[in-house]
């Protein structure tokens, strides 16, 4: 099994950017905890970052034909890009959305997703730890 990990803008800014919301851990811990959980459990992960909202279209539009799962945290791009919302229908490949932060409790902007309807599930507020959550849904483990 393959999946791909995608980041939105930002997020290459963890540790960095509001720890109070967002944590101290940085953006290559992420990357380690994602890999290391891949090879636990048996499974090829790709990781990807851009902060760019062609960029991850171009991402999400590579990984058709050759991915069987994808791990969606789009940052702002959540609440405003149609167009990725359009690119994760057209690939069709099982996609969680993740935030790293309970967005249902902040700004009332944050409670709109345009991804969640290409969504198969919505993994927010559990930290980093959602990303791992995320990924053994996806491989059918617990979640």
Do not use: W
């Not at 090829?44 to 590579?62: A, C, K, T």
């Not at 069709?92 to 902007?109: C, L, N, Q």
């Amino acid at each position: 099994m393959k999946l791909l990990v995608i980041n939105g803008p930002n997020l290459n800014m963890l540790g960095i950017r509001e720890p109070a919301i967002y944590g101290a851990e940085t953006y290559p811990e992420l990357c380690r905890r994602v890999k290391e959980h891949a090879e636990e459990k048996d499974v090829d992960v790709e990781l990807y970052q851009s902060n760019h909202e062609g960029d991850l279209i171009d991402r999400i539009q590579l990984a058709y034909g050759n991915t069987d799962g994808i791990v969606f945290n789009p940052g702002g791009y959540t609440h405003t890009s149609v167009a990725l919302l359009d690119a994760l229908k057209a690939v069709g490949i099982p996609t969680v959305e993740v935030h790293i932060s309970d967005v249902s409790a902040r700004e009332d902007f944050r409670q709109v997703s345009y991804i969640r309807a290409a969504c198969i599930a919505t993994i927010a507020g559990h930290g980093l730890n959602g990303y791992l959550e995320a990924m053994d849904l996806l491989i059918g483990g617990e979640k």
